[in-house]
């Protein structure tokens, strides 16, 4: 089985772990035990024990764990947001960027959808250097860095090449968030500016690298294990 070393490809400064399906594959497993620093969402608590902090609005916590925790529990209750962008704002407050995301998804479907969502949001507005793992594979946001053309009537952005290491049979989804270009190399079907979600779905991996080509921000998910 091929599993990628995240750590190396992501050198990461906090995890976030939120309340959804567990951390039980290895590599998500692995990232969680070798975090440098823990933020917990809430509940969390109750599946790390060793964290560093928690953070959130007491819903969510038992009554036992807000009092066994209260001296690293950092109440929120800003209701505008949820508890994993009150952990992320929390990092941030700690000098921490570079953050990995944990049981952010599973259970409920809208949960896990609008928790994947946020990277986008953290990547653009907070600056965040995020990646979201779960026990399939991970999302990491990319945001278009280049410049418009000065040259084009309309100004369009520069599209710019990203690639990405892989392996053979990696299943590759690319989601987009506002490209007007997007290409692919290194993927067994040619990706263009997708306009539904499902579009650029379960795509394939054909060598131990790809590129993505575009000119706006999108994001990448790929597995652990090839198909």
Known sequence: MKFPD?????????????NGEQPAHDVPLNILREAPYVVCC????????WADAVVGDCDS???????EYDIIYHEEDDQEENDLTKATRFCLSEGFTRLVFLGATGMREDHA????SLLMRYARELQVQGLMATNYGWF?????????DDSSKDARPV???HEFASFPGQQVSIFNFGCTQLNTDGLRYDGYPFVSLWQGTLNEATADSFR?????DFL????????
């Open 140 to 148: 990491v946001p990319v945001i278009h860095s280049g410049s418009a």
């Open 212 to 216: 993505i080509t575009a000119d706006g």
């Open 6 to 18: 995240i750590r190396e490809q992501f050198p990461f400064d906090a995890v976030v772990l939120a």
């Open 220 to 227: 990448v998910f790929r597995t652990y294990e090839g198909k």
């Open 61 to 67: 916590i038992p009554s036992w764990a807000r009092e």
């Open 159 to 161: 599209p710019v090449t």
């Open 42 to 49: 809430d509940g969390a608590i109750q599946h790390c024990d």
């Open 113 to 116: 959808m609008g928790n994947i």
